[in-house]
């Protein structure tokens, strides 16, 4: 789904079935084990997903022992420094002063985008109107995602990758992000220009009839471990009628890769790590178990 909450990581950002089971090696997985290219103890990867509940693990045992083995877990960001950065992300989320969606839009789009808010939240662009389009894209992408999943709870949800970070710290590990919570929100709520957002905000309410369904089936992939399919729907998608730009889908993703890739190979050189990131990461020409595996490391799935 291209729209900014994917990015949240993400993305956003997935879940469904439990793939494909034989005595086979498994093909398709959310985890993968690091190996070969000098390392003399393996690392492991973990795709996550913000929304899934952990119990998507129970599918992948594997990890629990794959987590022991680890001396540090690193994910895209430390997720306890996002606590201590609500201040950050409110401001962050407002629209410059004196920039109002006037400015972004026309009056007919203004209507429009106004109607659309108040018939899915109840509210409208009075009270919505001092957040920038990407904040409201957010809080839109997380109501798509309980209607689509009516037992999840934005309020008591635990994100995949806030539980391997505690997991870790339980027991004594070490805690690391490839980059800060800033670097995240600048990039989630100021990357593309406000007009852009607003445009895309408003092709996201207009095409909201499908969202459902495109969760519900990104939600089957995600369990399944079908990453490929994962990404073909959120970057290589005709058929979606709300496209970000290629600029930000370049920053979003290959850059970011590139930049952990930088990283990655020195870590594991040194001591056994577990990292767990968005899925959409790890999968594609530019994902980090191809890169990995150009770099001259074995990455296999694992379950």
């Avoid at 635990?158 to 992000?177: F, H, T, W």
């Avoid at 370049?250 to 870590?267: E, F, T, V």
Wanted: hydrophobic share 45%.
């Amino acid at each position: 789904m291209k729209k900014i909450l994917l990015l949240a990581a993400t993305a956003a950002i997935l879940i469904a079935g439990c793939g494909n089971r034989s005595s086979a090696e498994p093909t398709e997985s959310i985890l993968w084990k690091i190996t070969g290219n000098g390392l003399s103890t393996p690392s492991y990867l973990l795709g996550t997903h913000h929304f899934a509940p952990v119990s998507v693990l129970d599918e992948y045992p594997a990890y629990t022992e794959a987590l022991a083995s680890a001396e540090i877990v690193i994910g895209e960001v430390d997720m306890e420094t996002m606590n201590a950065a609500q201040a950050l992300m409110m401001e962050s989320a407002m629209l410059p002063e004196g920039t109002t969606y006037h400015d972004l839009l026309t009056e007919e789009q203004y209507a429009r985008l106004d109607e659309l808010l108040t018939g899915m939240f109840g509210a409208g662009l009075a009270q919505f109107g001092n957040f920038k389009p990407a904040m409201i894209l957010n809080m839109y992408t997380a109501l798509s995602y309980s209607r689509a999943n009516p037992s999840f709870n934005i309020m008591m949800h635990v994100p995949i990758d806030s539980y391997i970070q505690n997991l870790g710290r339980e027991s004594g590990k070490e805690i690391a992000g490839f980059e800060t919570f800033e670097e995240q929100i600048s990039l989630l709520m100021d990357f593309e220009p406000l007009p852009v957002q607003a445009e895309l905000l408003l092709c996201s309410l207009e095409n909201d009839e499908d969202s459902v369904e495109k969760f519900i089936e990104m939600d089957n992939l995600y369990k399944e471990g079908n990453l490929q399919g994962m990404y073909d729907m959120s970057f290589d998608n005709d058929d979606e009628p709300c496209r970000m730009s290629d600029e930000f889908e370049l920053a979003i993703n290959k850059l970011r890769n590139d930049k952990w890739m930088a990283q990655i190979p020195g870590i594991i050189s040194e001591k056994p790590a577990f990292i767990a990131v968005g899925a959409l990461h790890l999968a594609g020409e530019e994902g980090l178990i191809n890169q990995l595996r150009e770099a001259g490391f074995t990455v296999v799935p694992i379950r």
